[in-house]
């Protein structure tokens, strides 16, 4: 008995199958790929797949133009000064700050870039210039240049006084939302106040030097 522990024969793999024919055929079938593995499999998918699969790609909207709302500084009334998250100041100018009248200008060696390159000088820099927003009256800091007033969009209003007001923009409904204190106002930005005409511009303006005199 103890010799046949010790026994080992050497056969070949092919007449080991043809001694097993269930397992030959399994082996061949396999080989061949016309077998299907039966055990469950989980294969994981990337983010794309699955926002295809599961449709939660979102609708492609259109532009829904430029973000304006309606503003008074003294007696001047401007119904659309723009929103402009791409700009670091805010601009007036300066035709619109003569009618406003009583505006002190601070000298300033600032320089604007424009979104085409260019760069402008303002005249100086108005502070503290009480715009009032429905019921809210808020003080913003001017960079007044002398440039041609838009007859639409006059007066631009930037990232600072966003963040003054606590403004929070929901493009999916059109709506604008300005916070004071513990108070808050909304507007419709796609309707009463949306432009009728887009004319493609990009508007965008950064402070790319500031020394004050």
């Not at 793999?13 to 269930?22: G, K, R, V």
């Amino acid at each position: 008995m103890e010799i046949f522990k010790t026994l080992q024969i050497n056969i070949p793999f092919a007449e080991t199958l043809e001694q097993m024919p269930t397992y030959a055929k399994f082996m061949k079938e396999l080989l061949s790929k016309k077998r299907r593995y039966q055990e469950k499999e989980v294969i994981p998918l990337n983010a794309t797949c699955s926002a295809i699969l599961q449709s939660n790609i979102p609708h492609k909207s259109k532009d829904p133009g430029s973000v304006t709302i309606p503003v008074t500084i003294g007696k001047v009334s401007v119904w659309k000064a723009l929103i402009d998250l791409g700009a670091s100041v805010s601009l007036m100018p300066l035709s619109m700050m003569k009618r406003i009248g009583g505006i002190q200008l601070k000298p300033t060696r600032m320089s604007l870039q424009l979104a085409d390159r260019s760069i402008k000088y303002p005249e100086g820099v108005a502070e503290d210039v009480l715009v009032k927003v429905d019921k809210f009256f808020i003080p913003v800091d001017f960079a007044v240049i002398d440039i041609t007033e838009d007859a639409e969009i006059p007066l631009i209003l930037g990232r600072p006084f966003m963040r003054t007001t606590k403004m929070g923009i929901d493009m999916e409904n059109g709506k604008l939302l300005v916070k004071v204190a513990n108070e808050e106002i909304e507007f419709d930005i796609f309707h009463p106040m949306h432009l009728p005409k887009d004319k493609g511009q990009c508007l965008q303006m950064d402070v790319i030097d500031e020394i004050c005199a």
